[in-house]
């Protein structure tokens, strides 16, 4: 006679939840709190004075707004914002994927030391690459008393506000390319010369249609910070109204000599130009999202 094996049955058993589910499951009192925390701190930090930035802007009417905004100073300082920000983001951007390329697809002695110098704006003060700079090349800098024989102005000049935006900001490209090329791989671009595609080829047909949306999105942060530097531009520029002020430190001016409604007219500037780029950060996470396949979903 064989045995009959009977199995455990679960009726009447009350099945636990998975760790993973139960680990999450808060009481809803929690999840509103943490949402009232969170909700209150973007309205104190974020959209009051975002509020208060507008408000002042247009305070006295639109009349003075539009004084403040088309003043030969203000026009000067947003014409060398631009030209700041439209050297250093493409700069950037080749510095960002070469960088990111390299890192990402080979592997070689110093790498460890590559990243960290890649790493190195996010931990100096913008205020100390200024002095840097100072130092290199002032009057009594390194290279001081040869730009001063033939001539050449670096410091106080477009030259020197161009160079320490690019200091600040080149890690932007790069530091958002590196994991996404790491996390892609190289076998794609194997693939392709195995089939005999060239180097160049293989970039622009391969690399560069898998990372065009995380380059995207690391050239409009790039954007942003170059616009709204003040630290490190604040140091090199020497402050010559109508000649080297940047946006930021137009406003600064204008504040500093109570003029606040030109000053906040100045700043919704920049905001506009802040919240305009948060649209199109979103935009582009929207798209990579939508870009990706079910399968890179799951993992």
């Keep these: 006679m064989s045995a009959i094996s009977v199995q455990p049955t679960t009726v009447g058993r009350?099945?636990?939840p998975p760790l993973s589910l139960a680990a999450t499951t808060e009481p809803r009192w929690i999840r509103y709190t943490l949402m009232l925390i969170a909700f209150g701190f973007l309205t104190l930090f974020l959209f009051v004075p975002l509020v208060a930035?507008?408000?002042?802007a247009f305070k006295k009417g639109w009349q003075v707004y539009l004084e403040s905004v088309t003043d030969p100073d203000a026009l000067s300082a947003i014409r060398l914002t631009l030209i700041a920000a439209g050297i250093s983001v493409p700069l950037n951007l080749v510095f960002g994927v070469a960088a990111a390329w390299t890192i990402a697809k080979f592997e070689f002695r110093g790498k460890s030391v590559l990243l960290t110098l890649i790493d190195l704006p996010f931990s100096v003060s913008p205020v100390i690459?200024?002095?840097?700079y100072v130092l290199l090349f002032g009057a009594q800098g390194w290279f001081g008393e040869w730009l001063r024989d033939h001539d050449i102005k670096?410091?106080?000049a477009v030259p020197g506000i161009v160079l320490?935006?690019?200091f600040v900001t080149f890690p932007f490209v790069a530091r958002e390319l590196i994991p996404l090329m790491q996390s892609q791989g190289s076998e794609?671009?194997?693939a392709a010369l195995v089939l005999g595609a060239s180097g160049w080829q293989t970039f622009w047909?391969?690399?560069l249609p898998n990372i065009k949306w995380g380059l995207l999105y690391g050239v409009i942060l790039c954007n942003a910070r170059a616009m709204g530097e003040f630290g490190a531009v604040s140091v090199v520029s020497g402050h010559i109204r109508?000649?080297?002020n940047t946006m930021p430190l137009q406003v600064e001016i204008l504040y500093n000599e109570y003029n606040f409604a030109a000053a906040f007219a100045v700043a919704s500037l920049l905001t506009l130009l802040a919240l305009l780029t948060l649209a199109l950060k979103a935009l582009v996470e929207w798209r990579t999202n939508e870009s990706q396949t079910p399968l890179d979903q799951v993992h």
């Excluded at 930035?53 to 002042?56: A, L, P, S």
């Excluded at 690459?129 to 840097?132: A, D, R």
Aim: charged share 25%.
């Design 14 to 16: 009350r099945i636990e």
């Design 53 to 56: 930035v507008f408000t002042e």
């Design 129 to 132: 690459s200024g002095l840097i």
């Design 154 to 156: 670096i410091l106080f």
């Design 164 to 166: 320490a935006t690019i």
């Design 188 to 190: 794609e671009e194997e």
């Design 205 to 207: 047909h391969v690399t």
């Design 242 to 244: 109508g000649e080297t």
